[in-house]
């Protein structure tokens, strides 16, 4: 069965960090392009950052570029989010997932929508 399991989430303090994992299971993972997404309490669920497959080009919402960098390791079936200079709004359950363009291309330009099944997605709390 096709499964995305998120994991590497806690509790930390303002400007601390966390790298949270994405691994893939029951399919090729370097077939996809992948992104992160996140919801706060008491708001919708919103794409974060992304990551292309041979290419490799990213892209990262404002509110955390300069501050997150995604990664992937085919190899191992797993993106990667390392997130630095953590800051309260950056409380949420963060989730990954495959995601393609509105011309149903695995690319995440010019804009990324996820597909298929949401995971359990793992709770980042960032707080003093």
């Known amino acids: 069965q096709v499964q995305l399991v998120e994991s590497g989430g806690g509790l930390v303090q303002p400007g601390g960090s966390l790298r949270l994992s994405c691994l893939a299971s029951g399919f090729t993972l370097d077939d996809y392009a992948i992104g992160w997404f996140r919801q706060a309490p008491g708001k919708e669920r919103e794409g974060i950052s992304c990551?292309?497959?041979?290419?490799?080009?990213?892209s990262y919402v404002d509110s955390v570029k300069g501050r997150f960098t995604i990664s992937r390791d085919n190899s191992k079936n797993t993106v990667y989010l390392q997130m630095n200079s953590l800051k309260p709004d950056d409380t949420a359950v963060y989730y990954c997932?495959?995601?393609?363009?509105?011309?149903?291309?695995?690319?995440?330009?010019?804009?990324?929508?996820?597909?298929?099944?949401w995971g359990q997605g793992t709770q980042v709390t960032v707080s003093s």
């Open positions: 997932a495959t995601v393609k363009n509105p011309f149903n291309v695995y690319t995440c330009f010019p804009r990324f929508i996820a597909f298929g099944s």
């Open positions: 990551i292309n497959r041979v290419d490799l080009r990213t």
